[in-house]
């Protein structure tokens, strides 16, 4: 049972434009919500996380919504850059430092 | 540099020949953890780790063992590999924050023939 759903398994946007990537869960007792990207041949990296009790966290070219009502968060990446080109995975923390990770979405950027 | 290795990056074995994928983090980390990644699944956690000679199950363990006799260290161990287990193979640490912020090395692509 997937606790934590990406239902793009890709996104194509234009250089300078805005990138929505979107995640929802199951569980309202999800505490934190982190977004990883990840390169090919590379490891996932930590990109920005918000807590449950906020609504939104910014850090720099990326903003991350959360709307609990709904159980949906999102990713905003503006303005999108070709290096900005990966697969984005969403992941919420069940408590205790675990994990649960969505199947992730392709963003492709084109110049 | 502060980072998460793994070893080998690249592995094509037959079933049932034992094989062991390490890890190792320099950075202090309580918590370890492995997970696989397959097309559609995602990230699944296999075991994690909160310290030395503390280990539990995660979401998908079965076929696999792991130790944790240093901080480390976190050895991915399969007994008997079999077909189903061909998989990009992940291993993480995290300094325990608040968020949950993992750490993960660059990946190990196992092959079962």
């Known amino acids: 049972d997937q606790q934590v759903k990406q239902n793009s398994p890709s996104l194509s946007v234009q250089e300078g434009r805005i990138s929505i990537l979107n995640c929802d869960y199951t569980?309202?007792?999800?505490?934190?919500f982190l977004w990883y990207k990840k390169y090919p041949a590379e490891g996932p990296t930590f990109l920005i996380s918000i807590s449950s009790i906020k609504d939104k966290n910014e850090d720099g070219r990326f903003t991350v919504f959360l709307n609990k009502s709904a159980k949906h968060l999102s990713l905003h990446i503006v303005p999108s850059q070709p290096g900005d080109s990966a697969v984005y995975f969403c992941a919420a923390n069940t408590g205790f430092q675990k994990l649960v990770f969505g199947t992730g979405t392709r963003l492709l950027v084109s110049p | 540099e502060a980072q998460v290795t793994q070893n080998p990056r690249y592995l094509i074995t037959v079933t049932g020949k034992k094989l062991t994928v390490t890890c190792s983090q320099n950075m202090n980390h309580e918590y370890m953890s492995w997970y696989r990644q397959d097309p559609g699944l995602g990230l699944r956690q296999i075991y994690y780790?909160?310290?030395?000679?503390?280990?539990d199950k995660g979401d998908v363990p079965e076929g696999y063992k792991v130790s944790r006799k240093e901080k480390r260290n976190f050895p991915l161990i399969l007994e008997s590999p079999s077909p189903n287990q061909t998989s990009l193979y992940f291993c993480a640490s995290s300094f325990g924050g608040r968020a949950g912020e993992q750490f993960f090395g660059p990946g190990t692509r196992l092959t079962v023939l």
């Open positions: 780790s909160m310290n030395v000679e503390v280990t």
């Open positions: 569980n309202s007792m999800f505490d934190y």
